[in-house]
């Protein structure tokens, strides 16, 4: 009875170049990802801005003028403004949203006029 003997070959080596293929690839989705994220900034900020002043002023409202809880009127927000994140300051009468990585936005309820806005920075 005779052993069979396996084929014991043994794998060409990669070329050395192989290996950075892939680092190379990476390189080149993060760098074209960041010149689309530079060329569309200023929509990017605009919309994140507005989402957040948008947020604060509908919720500012459902709080201090519907007399609602924080967590109920996270509710009222409009679908796609899942990211922005909300605070409240009750001695204030204030609702604070905040967009991740950029600058919040505040709606203060004053009386006889409902919830403001505090100005924006330019």
Known sequence: MAIAKT?????PPRPPHAANRGRWALLVCVAALGALGWT?????????????AYSAHVVCSCRHI??????????????GMELISLSEDTQAKSVTARFPLLGPQTAIYRKGYGCVLQEWDD
Not at 40 to 52: H, K, M, N, Q, T
Not at 66 to 79: E, V
Request: aromatic share 6%; net charge positive; proline share 3%.
């Open 66 to 79: 519907g007399g609602r809880s924080l967590q109920d009127c996270k509710k009222d927000r409009i679908s």
């Open 7 to 11: 084929d014991r070959r043994k794998k």
């Open 40 to 52: 569309y900034r200023v929509p990017i900020l605009g919309y994140s801005s507005a989402g957040a």
